[in-house]
């Protein structure tokens, strides 16, 4: 048996908060976890509503019942199957609807990159693959993937703000994980300001407000 694989035109949805214009000076393209909705995921950043940040949340190309046969539905971005197509794929959506954001906005305007749990692997996938111009990095709930070359695009990374924010409480973020982010760093010389706050698998409104210092 063979496998084979074709390349089709799929339809992709996004969700936003705010309103694309000369007026926005803030860009944020964020990509929600496993088994969220992107609609739901933004209930997460309604702190931006503020009539100069324009948020944009993709949904991941597959979808699939939660439980069963019927219910709520969840979305996700790759599975182990065919993975690497899955990669691709993302990259190209993803990179399709950057170019359709940036070009109803400014040129001077403040691109932030934000991925949330398994958002977080494919947003870094996305980045280093196509290097889009961003200047922050903000990786929440999640770890930077392992098999990534992020030393081979330092010169990319450079002056370029680099965030790491998971709760104290968080099941996925265990202390030997956090130990695993350290040996990404140190053996590919790049940095994430790291930031644990009180909570679990989540975007409590207190560490988004504190992140939102940073950036401002």
């Not at 949805?13 to 990509?31: A, I, K, N, T």
């Not at 990259?91 to 940036?102: G, K, R, S, V």
């Not at 932030?112 to 922050?136: K, Y």
Request: hydrophobic share 40%.
């Amino acid at each position: 048996m063979r496998a084979n694989s074709l390349v089709v035109s799929k339809t992709a949805h996004y969700f936003s908060l705010g309103e694309p214009g000369p007026h926005v000076r803030q860009f944020w393209l964020v990509c929600h976890g496993y088994a969220q909705l992107a609609d739901e995921f933004l209930n997460d950043f309604h702190l931006l509503e503020n009539g100069h940040t324009w948020v944009v949340a993709p949904e991941g190309l597959n979808h699939f019942y939660k439980k069963g046969f019927a219910g709520d539905v969840g979305a996700n971005w790759m599975t182990r199957r065919f993975r690497d197509s899955a990669i691709q794929d993302n990259a190209i959506y993803l990179q399709t609807l950057y170019n359709h954001c940036l070009g109803q906005l400014s040129s001077d305007v403040r691109i932030i990159l934000l991925g949330f749990s398994q958002g977080t692997a494919t947003v870094c996938r996305w980045m280093l693959r196509n290097q889009p111009h961003f200047h922050d990095l903000v990786l929440w709930a999640g770890m930077p993937p392992e098999d990534l070359d992020y030393a081979a695009h330092r010169e990319y990374l450079q002056n370029k703000n680099l965030y790491l924010l998971y709760g104290a409480s968080d099941p996925f973020l265990t202390p030997d994980r956090i130990e695993q982010v350290h040996d990404i760093e140190g053996k590919n010389g790049v940095d994430f300001e790291e930031t644990r706050f009180a909570g679990g698998h989540e975007i409590p409104d207190t560490a988004l407000r504190d992140l939102l210092k940073k950036l401002n």
